[in-house]
């Protein structure tokens, strides 16, 4: 090494770098409330969504695929 030693307290990290006390006091200032994100999202919206979804998987299961059979690899490369 060098023969520089670092300490082992809070400031360790103040030697390491510098800027850390700055991005841990604009942490700190903004409040977990200001942070958040409120949706606000009406119920028929979810169940649209999950109708959608049903609907999506229901039609892959019974048009898409409907013979097994083994899948090849272009078929692979096709629907992945």
């Known amino acids: 090494m060098d023969g520089k ?5 809070p ?11 700055v991005i841990v006091l604009a942490a700190e ?11 606000d999202v009406p119920s028929w919206a979810w169940w649209a969504l999950g109708i959608g979804i ?12 409907r013979k097994p059979h083994e899948v090849s690899f272009k078929e692979a490369i096709i629907e992945s």
């Open 5 to 9: 030693t670092f300490s082992t307290g």
């Open 11 to 21: 400031h360790v990290y103040e030697e390491l770098f510098p800027m850390s006390s």
């Open 29 to 39: 200032a903004s409040t977990s409330a200001a942070r958040f994100a409120d949706f």
């Open 54 to 65: 049903i609907t999506l998987l229901l039609l892959d299961v019974l048009l898409v695929h």
